[in-house]
Structure formats: structure tokens, C-alpha cells
Antibody, heavy 121, light 107 residues
Framework: EVQLVQSGAEVKKPGESLKISCKGS????????IGWVRQMPGKGLEWMGI????????RYSPSFQGQVTISADKSISTAYLQWSSLKASDTAMYYC??????????????WGQGTMVTVSS | EIVLTQSPDFQSVTPKEKVTITCRAS??????LHWYQQKPDQSPKLLIK???QSISGVPSRFSGSGSGTDFTLTINSLEAEDAAAYYC?????????FGQGTKLEIK
């Protein structure tokens, strides 16, 4: 079964760092782009960026460039989203999702279960 | 950045009705437009890809059409289980973007 399994919920304080993960299984992890999507409480979906685990080619939305880092470790089929200094406004559900083809212009056909990040003092 | 504008933002409909949700792109995106359904407390689910391509396992009452800047998601004979938020998403040019969403309520 093709699936993406994300790490568990996190509660952090402003200024702390964080790295959440997304582990792929059931397919060739290096051959499909993986994206990250933010959903703030009660709001819509926001495209953050994507990475191609095969060569770590990464594209960011300007809204998130410099605010987060997307990376991948192909040896363990895992993609990451990290923050160096969290803000309260980073409180949201974060989803990883896989493109449906090996191209960079795909649809997200497989989604992780989401990781809730809460940033509060 | 390509802006996707969905309409309506909210719709209250009765079962068996036909529902149409539109998504307009701020510039031409060819057929690189996809539709997702998100039920409360669930991850989004791909419904239609590349404007009109059906997805295995998705009920046939869901269909998509359009190209260029104007796209439509149609739900024929709405069922109670279709209560959800629906989002369009373009993968034509970076940064990829989502529409603001359409919330469907079943009366």
C-alpha cells in the first residue's frame, strides 16, 4: 500500500526549533515529488513547497521561502519540514503529499495524516 | 503568482441536487488544475486531476471540465456524505497555489 506517515503532534514555545517528518512507503520514494501544505485553524490549504527526493531539487512558495526548510533523506524514504525559530502564527496542521507522477507539475494523489503544530508561550 | 478564485465560498444544498463549483485562474494554466475534497478532521483527497481526469475509487457523480482559466467541478445527485470543503489547485507554474475553498453544507 502506498502511504505517507507523518510524525506526531508537537507543542512548542515561540523561538524554539522544530523538524517534522513524512515517511513514504509502498513506492519508489526517490521518483516522486513530495510537497508540504499548511492549513491554519479553520482556514484553507496553502502550498508551501515541494522537493524531489531523488536529487533534493526544492521549490518554495515566496510566502514560505526563508521561513521554513524542506529537505529529504532518501536513505530512509523521509521528507522533512523544519523551522529554526517558531512563531505563534506557525500554529497549523501541516500535510505532506505526493505528486501523482515523477514530474514536477503533478496532482497530490497521496496525503499524509497531517501533523498539528501548536506554538504557544 | 497565479491566483485561483473559487465560487461560491459556501453553498447549502439538498440531497440529489446537482452542484457546480467554479475555479477561475488569474492567467491561463492549460489543464493543470486539480480538485480535492476535505471532510472535517480528515486529510484532503484527490477527486479530479488535470481538469477532467477521473480518479479510481472516486464516485462517478464527481466530474470536472474546463481549460485555460475557467474550470468547473460538478457533483451530480449530491449525497449526504459529500458535505465537505472543496479546493482547486494549479500545478502549471511555481509557486503552485490552491483556491480559497468552497464549503458544501447538506440541508
Amino acid at each position: 500500500e502506498v502511504q505517507l506517515v507523518q510524525s506526531g503532534a508537537e507543542v512548542k514555545k515561540p523561538g524554539e526549533s522544530l523538524k517534522i517528518s513524512c515517511k513514504g512507503s509502498g513506492y519508489s520514494f526517490t521518483s516522486y515529488w513530495i510537497g508540504w501544505v499548511r492549513q491554519m485553524p479553520g482556514k484553507g490549504l496553502e502550498w508551501m513547497g515541494i522537493i524531489y527526493p531523488g536529487d533534493s531539487d526544492t521549490r518554495y512558495s515566496p510566502s514560505f521561502q526563508g521561513q521554513v526548510t524542506i529537505s529529504a533523506d532518501k536513505s530512509i524514504s523521509t521528507a522533512y519540514l523544519q523551522w529554526s525559530s517558531l512563531k505563534a502564527s506557525d500554529t497549523a496542521m501541516y500535510y505532506c503529499a505526493r505528486h501523482d507522477t515523477s514530474s514536477s507539475w503533478g496532482a497530490f494523489d497521496i496525503w499524509g495524516q497531517g501533523t498539528m503544530v501548536t506554538v504557544s508561550s | 503568482e497565479i491566483v485561483l478564485t473559487q465560487s461560491p465560498d459556501f453553498q447549502s444544498v439538498t440531497p440529489k441536487e446537482k452542484v457546480t463549483i467554479t475555479c477561475r485562474a488569474s492567467q491561463s494554466i492549460g489543464s493543470s488544475l486539480h480538485w480535492y475534497q476535505q471532510k472535517p478532521d480528515q486529510s484532503p483527497k484527490l477527486l479530479i486531476k488535470y481538469a477532467s481526469q477521473s480518479i479510481s475509487g472516486v464516485p462517478s457523480r464527481f466530474s470536472g471540465s474546463g481549460s485555460g482559466t475557467d474550470f468547473t467541478l460538478t457533483i451530480n445527485s449530491l449525497e449526504a456524505e459529500d458535505a465537505a470543503a472543496y479546493y482547486c489547485h494549479q500545478s502549471s507554474s511555481f509557486p503552485y497555489t490552491f483556491g480559497q475553498g468552497t464549503k458544501l453544507e447538506i440541508k
